[in-house]
């Protein structure tokens, strides 16, 4: 949404759009949210578990998580990733572990876009925006 939502108002042009704006500030307030609450939990290691928009995707570049990661890295909040996709040990100085076990067992909290069966056995160490599962 974040990214059709600047396509949108770039298309727009000259003409008024202040609604469009107003999404797209809310959509960055929102972020600066989880971000906050994220830090609110007082996590020495904080691991981000995949960096994927979508299910089954591969594209990470415009996801929402990579600005959650900026403000969170602003704050000092000591961040692993947990990405597949990245062969490298370091993604935008981060850590990356792409060992699983050893991810989980380096967090204290997990941030995840969507609930994954492959963490259902440290729940308690996961916060997501999938509350409901159906993502």
């Given at each position: 949404?974040?990214?059709?939502?600047k396509?949108?108002a770039?298309?727009?042009?000259?003409?008024p759009?202040?609604?469009?704006?107003?999404?797209?500030?809310?959509?960055?307030i929102?972020?600066?949210?989880?971000?906050?609450?994220?830090?609110?939990?007082?996590?020495?290691?904080?691991?981000?578990?995949?960096?994927?928009?979508?299910?089954?995707?591969?594209?990470?570049?415009?996801?929402?998580?990579?600005?959650?990661?900026?403000?969170?890295k602003?704050q000092?909040?000591?961040l692993?990733?947990?990405?597949p996709?990245?062969?490298?040990?370091?993604f935008?100085?981060?850590?990356?572990?792409?060992?699983?076990?050893?991810?989980?067992?380096?967090?204290?909290?997990?941030?995840?876009?969507?609930?994954?069966?492959?963490?259902?056995?440290?729940?308690?160490?996961?916060?997501?925006?999938?509350?409901?599962?159906?993502?």
């Amino acid at each position: 949404m974040p990214k059709d939502s600047k396509q949108l108002a770039t298309s727009f042009g000259k003409t008024p759009h202040s609604l469009i704006r107003s999404v797209i500030k809310s959509i960055e307030i929102r972020k600066q949210f989880i971000a906050k609450k994220i830090k609110d939990t007082n996590s020495d290691v904080v691991g981000i578990y995949r960096l994927t928009m979508k299910k089954n995707s591969d594209n990470f570049r415009s996801s929402a998580i990579m600005k959650v990661i900026e403000y969170l890295k602003k704050q000092k909040i000591q961040l692993i990733i947990y990405e597949p996709l990245i062969r490298k040990n370091c993604f935008k100085g981060i850590r990356v572990l792409n060992d699983l076990e050893l991810f989980k067992t380096k967090s204290d909290l997990i941030v995840t876009n969507r609930n994954d069966s492959q963490l259902n056995d440290v729940k308690h160490k996961v916060y997501t925006r999938d509350i409901y599962l159906r993502d």
